[in-house]
Protein backbone atom coordinates (compact mmCIF):
# COMPACT_ATOMS: atom_id res chain seq x y z
CA UNK A 1 0.00 0.00 0.00
CA UNK A 2 1.43 3.19 -0.90
CA UNK A 3 2.22 5.93 2.16
CA UNK A 4 2.31 9.34 2.27
CA UNK A 5 4.76 10.24 4.97
CA UNK A 6 4.71 13.63 6.22
CA UNK A 7 8.42 13.94 6.93
CA UNK A 8 7.88 17.53 8.15
CA UNK A 9 6.37 15.78 11.54
CA UNK A 10 9.47 16.43 13.51
CA UNK A 11 8.98 20.15 13.53
CA UNK A 12 5.93 19.77 16.34
CA UNK A 13 8.09 18.54 19.38
CA UNK A 14 6.33 20.22 22.10
CA UNK A 15 8.48 18.50 25.43
CA UNK A 16 6.28 18.34 28.31
CA UNK A 17 2.38 17.81 28.88
CA UNK A 18 -0.04 18.13 31.91
CA UNK A 19 -1.01 14.39 32.86
CA UNK A 20 -3.36 13.97 35.73
CA UNK A 21 -1.98 17.21 37.39
CA UNK A 22 1.69 16.79 36.84
CA UNK A 23 4.25 17.94 34.10
CA UNK A 24 5.14 14.85 32.33
CA UNK A 25 6.87 14.21 29.03
CA UNK A 26 4.40 14.20 25.80
CA UNK A 27 3.14 10.69 25.40
CA UNK A 28 2.97 11.99 21.38
CA UNK A 29 6.38 12.29 20.03
CA UNK A 30 8.16 12.00 16.82
CA UNK A 31 9.15 8.28 17.76
CA UNK A 32 6.07 7.57 16.91
CA UNK A 33 5.79 7.88 13.42
CA UNK A 34 9.43 7.05 12.80
CA UNK A 35 8.62 3.64 14.27
CA UNK A 36 5.90 3.56 11.83
CA UNK A 37 8.00 4.74 8.85
CA UNK A 38 10.54 2.20 10.17
CA UNK A 39 8.48 -0.96 10.04
CA UNK A 40 6.96 0.27 7.20
CA UNK A 41 10.20 -0.07 4.82
CA UNK A 42 11.13 -3.37 6.48
CA UNK A 43 8.01 -4.74 5.28
CA UNK A 44 8.45 -3.52 1.41
CA UNK A 45 5.91 -0.79 1.53
CA UNK A 46 6.48 2.28 -0.86
CA UNK A 47 6.57 6.14 0.88
CA UNK A 48 5.92 9.13 -0.58
CA UNK A 49 5.75 12.77 -0.03
CA UNK A 50 3.00 14.48 -0.33
CA UNK A 51 2.22 16.29 -3.03
CA UNK A 52 -1.33 18.09 -2.72
CA UNK A 53 -1.74 21.42 -0.96
CA UNK A 54 -4.78 20.83 1.51
CA UNK A 55 -5.55 24.66 2.52
CA UNK A 56 -8.73 24.79 0.09
CA UNK A 57 -9.99 21.39 1.63
CA UNK A 58 -8.83 22.71 5.15
CA UNK A 59 -11.12 25.67 4.57
CA UNK A 60 -14.24 23.62 4.03
CA UNK A 61 -13.68 21.61 7.52
CA UNK A 62 -12.19 24.26 9.67
CA UNK A 63 -12.90 27.89 10.10
CA UNK A 64 -10.86 30.64 8.99
CA UNK A 65 -10.06 32.80 11.89
CA UNK A 66 -9.12 29.09 13.91
CA UNK A 67 -6.76 28.60 10.74
CA UNK A 68 -5.20 31.87 10.86
CA UNK A 69 -5.14 31.21 14.73
CA UNK A 70 -2.88 28.55 14.14
CA UNK A 71 -0.72 29.30 11.67
CA UNK A 72 0.28 32.54 13.37
CA UNK A 73 0.43 31.07 17.13
CA UNK A 74 3.70 30.63 17.65
CA UNK A 75 5.07 33.78 15.79
CA UNK A 76 2.57 35.77 18.18
CA UNK A 77 3.28 33.74 21.45
CA UNK A 78 7.12 34.37 20.80
CA UNK A 79 6.48 38.69 20.13
CA UNK A 80 4.81 38.64 23.89
CA UNK A 81 7.95 38.45 25.85
CA UNK A 82 11.71 37.60 25.50
CA UNK A 83 12.18 34.11 26.14
CA UNK A 84 8.83 32.35 25.23
CA UNK A 85 10.50 30.68 22.34
CA UNK A 86 11.57 28.52 24.92
CA UNK A 87 8.60 28.08 27.19
CA UNK A 88 5.27 26.18 26.14
CA UNK A 89 2.22 28.45 26.35
CA UNK A 90 -0.97 26.37 27.77
CA UNK A 91 -4.38 27.98 28.05
CA UNK A 92 -6.17 29.12 31.08
CA UNK A 93 -9.50 30.41 30.61
CA UNK A 94 -11.75 28.97 28.29
CA UNK A 95 -15.49 30.42 26.82
CA UNK A 96 -17.66 28.25 28.38
CA UNK A 97 -21.06 27.98 28.95
CA UNK A 98 -22.65 31.46 28.89
CA UNK A 99 -19.14 33.36 27.82
CA UNK A 100 -19.06 34.46 24.56
CA UNK A 101 -16.93 32.93 21.86
CA UNK A 102 -17.98 34.78 19.14
CA UNK A 103 -15.50 37.74 19.55
CA UNK A 104 -11.91 36.88 19.34
CA UNK A 105 -9.82 38.50 22.08
CA UNK A 106 -6.66 40.44 21.61
CA UNK A 107 -4.81 38.66 24.36
CA UNK A 108 -2.65 35.37 23.21
CA UNK A 109 -3.47 33.52 25.95
CA UNK A 110 -7.30 34.02 25.73
CA UNK A 111 -7.27 32.90 21.94
CA UNK A 112 -5.19 30.10 22.49
CA UNK A 113 -8.38 28.95 25.34
CA UNK A 114 -10.86 29.95 22.90
CA UNK A 115 -9.49 27.90 20.09
CA UNK A 116 -9.23 24.78 22.72
CA UNK A 117 -10.77 22.67 24.24
CA UNK A 118 -8.32 21.23 26.65
CA UNK A 119 -4.98 21.85 27.69
CA UNK A 120 -3.34 18.71 26.26
CA UNK A 121 -2.32 20.05 23.16
CA UNK A 122 0.77 21.85 23.26
CA UNK A 123 2.34 24.13 20.81
CA UNK A 124 6.35 24.21 19.93
CA UNK A 125 7.42 26.28 16.82
CA UNK A 126 7.04 23.83 14.10
CA UNK A 127 3.11 22.78 15.03
CA UNK A 128 1.93 24.31 12.03
CA UNK A 129 4.60 23.16 9.70
CA UNK A 130 3.75 19.47 10.98
CA UNK A 131 0.14 19.68 11.21
CA UNK A 132 -0.61 21.76 7.56
CA UNK A 133 2.18 18.90 6.28
CA UNK A 134 0.14 16.17 8.06
CA UNK A 135 -3.40 17.48 5.94
CA UNK A 136 -1.23 17.77 2.68
CA UNK A 137 -0.54 13.71 3.18
CA UNK A 138 -4.79 13.01 4.35
CA UNK A 139 -5.34 15.36 0.71
CA UNK A 140 -2.96 13.71 -1.32
CA UNK A 141 -3.79 10.19 0.01
CA UNK A 142 -7.26 11.41 -1.26
CA UNK A 143 -6.13 12.32 -4.78
CA UNK A 144 -4.86 9.10 -5.16
CA UNK A 145 -8.04 7.08 -4.60
CA UNK A 146 -9.94 9.58 -6.90
CA UNK A 147 -7.07 8.91 -9.46
CA UNK A 148 -8.66 5.05 -9.19
CA UNK A 149 -6.12 3.45 -6.52
CA UNK A 150 -7.91 1.19 -4.00
CA UNK A 151 -6.10 2.67 -0.82
CA UNK A 152 -3.61 4.33 0.60
CA UNK A 153 -2.20 5.45 4.39
CA UNK A 154 -1.55 8.56 5.43
CA UNK A 155 1.68 8.25 7.78
CA UNK A 156 1.51 11.48 10.42
CA UNK A 157 1.57 13.22 13.23
CA UNK A 158 0.61 15.04 15.03
CA UNK A 159 -3.14 12.79 14.87
CA UNK A 160 -6.28 14.67 13.92
CA UNK A 161 -9.42 13.28 14.75
CA UNK A 162 -10.26 15.38 17.86
CA UNK A 163 -9.93 18.94 16.41
CA UNK A 164 -12.88 20.70 15.34
CA UNK A 165 -14.10 23.11 12.83
CA UNK A 166 -12.59 25.77 15.59
CA UNK A 167 -10.39 24.28 18.38
CA UNK A 168 -7.65 22.04 18.82
CA UNK A 169 -7.52 19.29 21.65
CA UNK A 170 -6.46 15.71 22.63
CA UNK A 171 -3.02 16.36 20.62
CA UNK A 172 -4.85 17.41 17.37
CA UNK A 173 -4.46 20.67 15.03
CA UNK A 174 -6.04 20.04 11.72
CA UNK A 175 -8.66 16.53 11.30
CA UNK A 176 -6.74 15.14 9.16
CA UNK A 177 -9.70 12.64 8.07
CA UNK A 178 -12.03 15.16 7.81
CA UNK A 179 -9.60 16.36 5.02
CA UNK A 180 -9.17 13.52 3.92
CA UNK A 181 -13.09 12.72 3.57
CA UNK A 182 -13.78 16.18 2.03
CA UNK A 183 -11.28 16.26 -0.65
CA UNK A 184 -13.29 12.32 -1.11
CA UNK A 185 -15.68 14.52 -1.34
CA UNK A 186 -14.11 17.18 -3.59
CA UNK A 187 -12.70 14.76 -6.13
CA UNK A 188 -16.46 12.87 -7.42
CA UNK A 189 -16.96 10.73 -4.15
CA UNK A 190 -21.09 11.13 -3.77
CA UNK A 191 -20.71 9.46 -0.02
CA UNK A 192 -18.09 8.90 1.96
CA UNK A 193 -18.28 7.08 5.32
CA UNK A 194 -15.62 7.72 8.42
CA UNK A 195 -14.78 4.99 10.60
CA UNK A 196 -12.72 5.74 13.54
CA UNK A 197 -11.19 2.96 15.73
CA UNK A 198 -9.29 4.95 17.85
CA UNK A 199 -9.87 3.84 21.41
CA UNK A 200 -10.60 7.90 21.89
CA UNK A 201 -14.01 9.21 20.43
CA UNK A 202 -13.30 10.97 17.39
CA UNK A 203 -14.96 14.03 18.88
CA UNK A 204 -14.02 16.57 16.16
CA UNK A 205 -14.58 14.40 13.34
CA UNK A 206 -18.00 13.93 14.62
CA UNK A 207 -18.52 17.96 14.73
CA UNK A 208 -17.50 18.56 11.88
CA UNK A 209 -19.98 16.60 10.07
CA UNK A 210 -22.71 16.17 12.06
CA UNK A 211 -25.10 18.22 9.94
CA UNK A 212 -24.29 16.56 6.77
CA UNK A 213 -25.31 13.72 5.16
CA UNK A 214 -22.65 13.05 2.59
CA UNK A 215 -20.70 11.98 5.17
CA UNK A 216 -21.41 8.99 7.65
CA UNK A 217 -19.29 9.28 10.80
CA UNK A 218 -18.85 5.71 13.26
CA UNK A 219 -16.42 5.41 16.05
CA UNK A 220 -16.35 2.65 18.64
CA UNK A 221 -14.59 3.68 21.68
CA UNK A 222 -14.03 3.65 25.32
CA UNK A 223 -17.25 5.02 26.99
CA UNK A 224 -17.19 8.79 27.63
CA UNK A 225 -18.52 8.73 30.76
CA UNK A 226 -15.10 7.93 31.93
CA UNK A 227 -12.75 8.00 28.85
CA UNK A 228 -11.74 11.27 27.07
CA UNK A 229 -13.18 13.35 25.74
CA UNK A 230 -15.71 12.76 28.18
CA UNK A 231 -18.51 15.22 26.66
CA UNK A 232 -19.34 13.50 23.18
CA UNK A 233 -19.36 10.07 21.91
CA UNK A 234 -23.03 9.08 23.24
CA UNK A 235 -25.54 6.50 21.67
CA UNK A 236 -27.76 9.35 21.51
CA UNK A 237 -25.68 11.49 19.25
CA UNK A 238 -27.04 10.24 15.63
CA UNK A 239 -26.65 13.85 13.53
CA UNK A 240 -28.92 16.87 13.03
CA UNK A 241 -30.72 18.35 10.33
CA UNK A 242 -29.40 16.66 7.30
CA UNK A 243 -27.28 14.87 9.06
CA UNK A 244 -30.00 12.88 11.44
CA UNK A 245 -29.15 9.07 11.24
CA UNK A 246 -25.93 9.60 9.67
CA UNK A 247 -23.91 9.66 12.99
CA UNK A 248 -22.87 6.35 14.92
CA UNK A 249 -21.46 6.08 17.92
CA UNK A 250 -20.41 2.93 19.55
CA UNK A 251 -19.10 3.60 22.62
CA UNK A 252 -17.19 0.28 24.76
CA UNK A 253 -16.58 0.38 28.67
CA UNK A 254 -13.10 0.31 29.82
CA UNK A 255 -11.55 -3.42 29.88
CA UNK A 256 -13.79 -5.15 27.08
CA UNK A 257 -13.30 -7.77 25.69
CA UNK A 258 -11.57 -8.45 22.40
CA UNK A 259 -15.21 -10.32 21.32
CA UNK A 260 -17.02 -7.27 22.22
CA UNK A 261 -14.55 -5.28 20.52
CA UNK A 262 -14.99 -6.60 17.37
CA UNK A 263 -18.66 -7.50 17.46
CA UNK A 264 -18.82 -3.10 17.78
CA UNK A 265 -16.73 -3.39 14.53
CA UNK A 266 -18.93 -5.20 12.75
CA UNK A 267 -21.98 -2.68 13.77
CA UNK A 268 -20.13 -0.17 12.28
CA UNK A 269 -19.37 -2.08 9.17
CA UNK A 270 -22.85 -3.13 8.44
CA UNK A 271 -24.23 0.14 8.94
CA UNK A 272 -21.27 0.86 6.52
CA UNK A 273 -22.59 -1.17 3.92
CA UNK A 274 -26.37 0.17 4.16
CA UNK A 275 -24.73 3.62 3.72
CA UNK A 276 -23.34 2.90 0.46
CA UNK A 277 -20.44 4.81 0.64
CA UNK A 278 -18.08 5.29 -2.59
CA UNK A 279 -15.14 5.54 0.14
CA UNK A 280 -13.75 4.81 3.26
CA UNK A 281 -12.02 6.72 5.27
CA UNK A 282 -9.86 5.12 8.56
CA UNK A 283 -9.08 7.06 11.34
CA UNK A 284 -6.59 4.47 12.53
CA UNK A 285 -6.39 4.94 16.26
CA UNK A 286 -4.04 2.20 17.71
CA UNK A 287 -4.28 2.92 21.25
CA UNK A 288 -6.72 0.24 21.70
CA UNK A 289 -3.22 -2.03 21.63
CA UNK A 290 -3.20 -3.97 25.40
CA UNK A 291 0.01 -2.56 26.08
CA UNK A 292 -0.87 1.66 25.57
CA UNK A 293 -0.05 3.31 28.59
CA UNK A 294 -3.08 5.89 28.24
CA UNK A 295 -5.89 3.38 27.38
CA UNK A 296 -8.19 0.46 28.50
CA UNK A 297 -8.58 -2.03 25.46
CA UNK A 298 -6.66 -5.50 25.37
CA UNK A 299 -6.61 -5.87 21.45
CA UNK A 300 -3.10 -7.83 20.50
CA UNK A 301 -0.67 -7.50 16.97
CA UNK A 302 -2.96 -10.47 15.29
CA UNK A 303 -6.09 -8.69 16.25
CA UNK A 304 -5.02 -5.53 14.23
CA UNK A 305 -4.12 -8.14 10.91
CA UNK A 306 -8.25 -9.07 12.32
CA UNK A 307 -9.25 -5.55 11.71
CA UNK A 308 -7.35 -4.77 8.81
CA UNK A 309 -9.18 -7.74 7.01
CA UNK A 310 -12.50 -6.82 8.26
CA UNK A 311 -12.25 -3.60 6.86
CA UNK A 312 -10.92 -4.94 3.40
CA UNK A 313 -13.97 -7.15 2.86
CA UNK A 314 -15.89 -3.62 2.85
CA UNK A 315 -14.34 -3.40 -0.75
CA UNK A 316 -14.25 0.38 -0.59
CA UNK A 317 -11.60 2.74 -1.89
CA UNK A 318 -10.20 3.45 1.92
CA UNK A 319 -7.46 6.06 2.97
CA UNK A 320 -6.10 4.74 6.34
CA UNK A 321 -5.02 7.92 8.50
CA UNK A 322 -2.67 7.47 11.86
CA UNK A 323 -4.18 8.63 15.20
CA UNK A 324 -3.52 8.01 18.33
CA UNK A 325 -1.34 5.15 19.88
CA UNK A 326 1.10 5.80 22.45
CA UNK A 327 2.95 2.50 22.64
CA UNK A 328 5.91 3.90 20.17
CA UNK A 329 7.55 0.86 20.15
CA UNK A 330 5.18 -1.41 18.90
CA UNK A 331 2.88 1.43 16.90
CA UNK A 332 4.46 0.43 13.82
CA UNK A 333 3.69 -3.89 13.74
CA UNK A 334 0.56 -2.76 14.84
CA UNK A 335 -0.14 -0.18 11.82
CA UNK A 336 1.23 -2.47 9.18
CA UNK A 337 -0.36 -5.45 10.67
CA UNK A 338 -3.59 -3.35 9.45
CA UNK A 339 -2.47 -2.66 6.18
CA UNK A 340 -1.35 -6.05 5.24
CA UNK A 341 -4.88 -7.93 6.75
CA UNK A 342 -6.22 -5.28 4.63
CA UNK A 343 -4.16 -5.99 1.41
CA UNK A 344 -5.11 -9.95 2.05
CA UNK A 345 -1.27 -10.71 2.68
Given at each position: MLTFFNDSHHAHA???EFFRGERVPCFETPARAEFVKAR?????????????????????VHASRYLSFLEHAWRDWTALEEGNGQRQPFPSVWPVRSLRSDVEPINFTARLGLYSMDNGSPL????WQAAKAGADAAASA?????????????????????????????????NNAAVAAQALRDGGATRVAVLDVDYHHGN?????FYHRADVFFA????D???????YLGHTDEIGEGEGEGFNLNLPLAAGCTVPQWFEALETACLRINGYRADALVVSLGLDTFAEDPISKFSLQPDDFVRLGAR?????????????????????GTNAVNVIEGFEGR
Open positions: PVFLIERGHVLCKPEVDSRAVLAKSAGTAAFLTAGERAAFCCSRPPGHHAGPDFMGGYCFLGTQSISLHGPMTEYPFLGKLGLPTVFVLEGGYAAAAL
